[in-house]
């Protein structure tokens, strides 16, 4: 029978001490503030967006709330990253992606300041990941990263294969499982036997965006399937990448949509905050 890698109970405890944290920093007049922008009416953002707000009530973080219309230009969403980068109260900034295709992502990631850059989109933190220093590690791949601790499993000499190659989750992922000494395989669109290549995974970590894609007997029995895939079907359901039903036979563990990785993302982010705000204290003593 394969263990469930509850997500939403995983990123409870990491709430839990967060709020510790939070309430030890507000004891030397520091409160971790966390700027949430978000640009348009795309309906998956503002449902992100609700969560990780309320997610900052929870454990103490003050939320600064920047809804901007579709419209917005450019240069108006520039002064408010500048504007915000100049903030000391603002410990963190996140912009909800995508931005409208009018707005030129890439300028606005890299006009954070990437010591305010929680999500860890910044090249510098990306930078920082691949020199294996420390830096931001984006939330996504780390809440993954702990998901498999939280089983005490040994990635050491193990072969990882991860399903996508996005900036935000699989080629980072790869990264910091690569850190951990596993062996790994990054599989993308054009990938040839791509079934042939996760039955040989110890690890599996689907990152594609296409509802159930990864059947259930291409699961290598005993091995750890990660679900990061959030698709919802035409019956409004949401389902993972991975074809749960059929991969729960073989898996040793696996993540289930939702619940799973999804709660883990917004954890991290979190504690990214947290961080920034206690190097900002360090900075300052
Ligand atoms: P992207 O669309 O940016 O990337 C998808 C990747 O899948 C690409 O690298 C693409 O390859 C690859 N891919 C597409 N089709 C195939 C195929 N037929 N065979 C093999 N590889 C394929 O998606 P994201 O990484 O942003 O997100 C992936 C999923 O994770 C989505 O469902 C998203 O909603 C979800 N997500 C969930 C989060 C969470 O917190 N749980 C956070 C972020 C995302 P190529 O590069 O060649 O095009």
Same mark, same amino acid.
């Given at each position: ?12 405890? /990491? ?14 007049? /520091?409160?971790?503030? @966390? *700027? ?6 795309? =309906? ?9 707000? %309320?997610?900052?009530?929870?454990? !103490? ?22 504007? @915000? ?6 410990? !963190?900034?996140?912009? #909800?992606?995508? +931005? ?8 606005? +990631? ?5 010591? %305010? ?11 920082? +990941? ?36 996005? %900036? ?38 689907? *990152?594609?965006?296409?509802? #159930? ?7 290598? =029995? &005993? ?12 019956? $409004? #359901? +949401?389902? &993972? ?12 563990? /696996?993540? =289930? ?20 705000? %206690?190097?900002?204290?360090?900075? $300052?003593?």
């Amino acid at each position: 029978m394969a263990t469930i890698l509850d997500g939403k109970k995983i990123s409870q405890e /990491i709430k839990r001490v967060l709020a510790d944290e939070v309430r030890l920093l507000k004891e030397d007049n /520091i409160v971790p503030g @966390l *700027a949430v922008v978000l640009v348009g009416e795309n =309906p998956a953002s503002r449902v992100y967006v609700r969560n990780k707000r %309320k997610s900052c009530a929870e454990v !103490g973080i003050r939320g600064f709330d920047h809804n901007l219309s579709e419209a917005t230009p450019q240069n108006e969403l520039e002064a408010l990253i500048d504007k @915000l980068n100049g903030d000391a109260n603002v410990h !963190g900034i996140l912009v #909800q992606l995508p +931005l409208p295709s009018h707005i030129d992502e890439a300028s606005i +990631l890299l006009r954070i300041d990437p010591a %305010k850059d929680v999500d860890g989109f910044h090249p510098v933190n990306m930078g920082l +990941l691949v020199s294996g220093l420390p830096g931001f590690r984006p939330c996504t791949p780390s809440g993954i990263m702990t998901m498999l601790d939280s089983i005490g499993y040994n990635l050491s000499g193990k072969h990882a294969v991860v399903v996508g190659r996005s %900036k935000i989750v699989g080629k980072p992922a790869a990264l910091m499982l690569l850190e951990r000494h596993a062996t790994v395989t990054i599989c993308h669109s054009r990938t040839e036997d791509l079934p042939g290549i996760v039955r040989s995974a110890d690890v599996v970590v689907a *990152a594609v965006g296409r509802p #159930q894609f990864i059947k259930g007997d291409w699961i290598k =029995p &005993g091995a750890v399937v990660i679900d990061v895939g959030i698709n919802r079907t035409g019956d $409004g #359901q +949401l389902v &993972g990448d991975v074809d749960f039903e059929g991969a729960v036979k073989n898996a040793y563990a /696996i993540t =289930p949509v939702p619940g799973g990785v999804g709660p883990m993302t917004i954890a991290m982010l979190l504690k990214n905050t947290v961080d920034a705000a %206690k190097k900002h204290r360090s900075a $300052g003593t």
